[in-house]
């Protein structure tokens, strides 16, 4: 419809926006805006405390702390880490859909109670390709079976200790063990480890009643659970982990492949999770797949949480630009101080039972007791973990400082590596001028072991809650008293007035 200008005038007149008072303007908070004020407090030592809190709706974690989904923050070493710590770590998407499955199975063998499908060896294998197997696996023991899976023998690395190269050629018959102790599969843990302990072995095979390989109990997983009674779990005795799909292209596919290798949470992560065609993925995903468990964001308020539990999701992810990569309040102008994000989007835990988390800018263990006490039952983090030896980011020396790779998944790089990874090797400049970043990339300072991260983390937490008089994250949600405070409460905060 042609229109003059009279008429142009009129259709601006009415579409144009109703006015907006400034003083109706809520006011928002983030971390460094308040404190928690100390309650009388019925705990006696920090290690009564217990932080246990909830990913999604199934996924219960000792540590309520879970590794971004970021590439140089979680693939497998991280992953397996933050499980045994009794956390989580959710391997990221950018990756093809092989190579992020390999991750997930990586973590899933890490550590098992029954490994259901072990390496084995045919027995015209030689000693040779055991040797070179049991390197690359990072195993050292395997078994021998025949082509009806029938258990013939094991080759450790006890018998290939003292052959000489020239027995490299010979078939692993010529030096397996044949004379092997093994018990039915569904032993009972404490019966295996007797059998281990008595026989002194540390390989327990799981053979069926006419003689076929079910599986494998190892001394050193067993040992392992017995370390680590607060590590995340699942029912066989295998770390927990997460994968994370986005919302296009081969998402259904690469679900599908994520579940059959076994992640035990899937994270649906974008950006905007408050989207039409966010709310559709979570939707099919969970129709096609009703028992997985689904973790979908990111949001910032109410309804958006309210609409992600809504459409199936099982745990939301809250944040929208609170990251320590972030530039998305800059470059878009939206966002909310992630404190009030996730105050705002508690409510849903409450109606519905649908636990959230909050996602992004932890930069102290304090942030964690301030995020959980106000009312998420978990944290996402990325920076803090970014300079860890197990983190995928390279390491960097500058001027004799050892530092690791981090970078924002919506940063220039991160957008440039992920296209060259999906064939577009040569960008023109015109498709190069169309990426409108919304992220950073940084050097974050090397800070050593996971578990020495960690450890800080978890023990400034327990304090936190001890402070509150909270044992626990429910008395931690009830008993929370949080109080606005000053620039300059804040700059009296932080160590100051020394050199
Ligand atoms: P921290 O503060 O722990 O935050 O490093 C990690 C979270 O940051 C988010 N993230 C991004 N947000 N642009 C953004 O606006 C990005 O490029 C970006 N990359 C990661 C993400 O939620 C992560 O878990």
């Given amino acids: 419809m042609r229109t003059n200008g009279r008429n142009a005038k009129k259709l601006l007149a009415r579409t144009a926006p109703p006015p907006k008072s400034p003083e109706a303007l809520r006011q928002t908070f983030t971390f460094g805006d308040v404190l928690l004020v100390p309650k009388r407090s019925p705990i006696t030592s920090r290690r009564r405390v217990d932080t246990t809190g909830r990913f999604s709706r199934r996924i219960t974690l000792k540590l309520p702390i879970v590794s971004a989904n970021m590439d140089t923050v979680t693939e497998a070493q991280m992953a397996i880490a933050l499980a045994r710590d009794g956390g989580l770590g959710v391997i990221h998407r950018f990756l093809t859909i092989e190579e992020e499955c390999a991750e997930v199975a990586q973590v899933k063998r890490a550590e098992s109670i029954v490994i259901e499908r072990p390496y084995t060896l045919s027995p015209s294998d030689t000693v040779g390709e055991a040797r070179a197997l049991m390197r690359r696996r990072e195993v050292g023991g395997l078994l021998v079976v025949d082509k009806a899976s029938k258990l013939l023998g094991i080759v450790t690395t006890r018998d290939l200790k003292f052959k000489p190269a020239k027995d490299d050629a010979k078939p692993v018959t010529a030096v397996m063990t044949r004379k092997l102790v093994t018990a039915r599969p569904g032993v009972s843990l404490e019966e295996a480890e007797r059998l281990l302990g008595s026989a002194k072995v540390e390989k327990l095979p799981l053979v069926s009643a006419s003689g076929e390989l079910k599986g494998l109990i190892t001394a050193k997983d067993l040992t392992k659970r017995r370390l680590a009674p607060d590590a995340s779990h699942d029912a066989k005795g295998r770390l927990l982990v997460g994968a994370a799909v986005g919302v296009i292209g081969d998402y259904l596919e690469r679900t599908a492949a994520l579940l059959e290798a076994g992640a035990d949470v899937l994270v649906l992560d974008v950006a905007h999770g408050h989207a039409d065609h966010v709310l ?119 001027k004799g400082m050892k530092y690791k790779a981090y970078r924002g998944m919506a940063s220039l790089a991160a957008t440039l590596s992920r296209k060259h990874k999906a064939g577009e090797a040569e960008l023109e400049a015109e498709q190069l001028a169309e990426v409108v970043p919304e992220g950073v990339e940084a050097l974050v300072p090397y800070r050593g072991r996971v578990a020495e991260v960690l450890a800080q983390l978890e023990g400034g937490l327990r304090s936190g809650m001890s402070y509150c008089g909270a044992p626990d994250l429910a008395t931690l949600w009830s008993n929370a008293e949080f109080i606005r405070i000053t620039p300059a409460g804040w700059s009296e905060s932080k160590p100051h007035a020394i050199e």
């Avoid at 539990?309 to 630009?321: H, L, N, Y």
């Avoid at 996602?359 to 102290?364: F, K, Q, S, T």
């Avoid at 973990?385 to 500058?398: H, I």
């Fill in 280 to 398: 559709r993925a979570v939707e099919k995903i969970k129709a096609r797949w009703p028992s997985a468990e689904l973790v979908a964001g990111n949001v910032a308020t109410y309804e958006g949480a309210r609409d992600l539990a809504a459409a199936g999701a099982d745990g939301i992810k809250v944040g929208v630009g609170p990251g320590a990569t972030c530039s998305t309040r800059i470059v878009t102008g939206a966002g909310v101080p992630q404190l009030s994000a996730v105050m705002d989007c508690a409510r849903i835990t409450r109606e519905l039972d649908v636990p959230i988390t909050a996602d992004g800018g932890i930069r102290d263990s304090g942030d964690i007791t301030k995020a959980l006490a106000g009312g998420a039952s978990c944290v996402m983090i990325g920076s803090l973990l970014a300079g860890t030896d197990e983190s995928p980011g390279w390491t960097v020396v500058r």
